[in-house]
């Protein structure tokens, strides 16, 4: 059974940064692709950034990038998430989600429905 526990949330004004961390246990993550999504009060749940489970290629939704950056450390089983230059919409509870990729070491699915596991989340709170 493999858990995800995001940690490192909190409140922040515009224009300050937070570093997620999401911990992976339950099996080897050699050959996960890991992601991170979130969803506002209301709002539908997206996609944010994703690393592939060779740590060598990162994707991000148009509204994060180049303010946000996903690496990890399989070594710790362990992606984060660090977000600079926070604005008040990117106020969301952020959920880490992981899917196994096989062979494919440099794919990033990035629709939720494609994840096979998912933490609980951990809300960040960007004030104005």
């Known amino acids: 059974q493999v858990q995800l526990v995001e940690s490192g949330g909190g409140l922040v004004q515009a224009g300050g940064s937070l570093r997620l961390s999401c911990a992976a246990s339950?099996?080897?993550?050699?050959?996960?692709?890991m992601d991170w999504f979130r969803q506002a009060p209301g709002k539908e749940r997206e996609f944010v950034g994703g690393i592939s489970a060779s740590g060598l290629f990162t994707y991000y939704s148009d509204s994060v990038k180049g303010r946000f950056t996903v690496f990890r450390d399989n070594a710790k089983n362990t992606m984060y998430l660090q977000m600079n230059s926070l604005k008040p919409e990117d106020t969301a509870d952020y959920l880490c989600?992981?899917?196994?990729?096989?062979?494919?070491?440099?794919?990033?699915?990035?629709?939720?429905?494609?994840?096979?596991?998912w933490g609980k989340g951990t809300l960040v709170t960007v004030s104005s």
């Open positions: 339950g099996s080897t993550f050699d050959t996960v692709a």
């Open positions: 989600a992981v899917v196994n990729t096989g062979e494919h070491h440099w794919t990033i699915p990035h629709s939720a429905d494609a994840m096979e596991y």
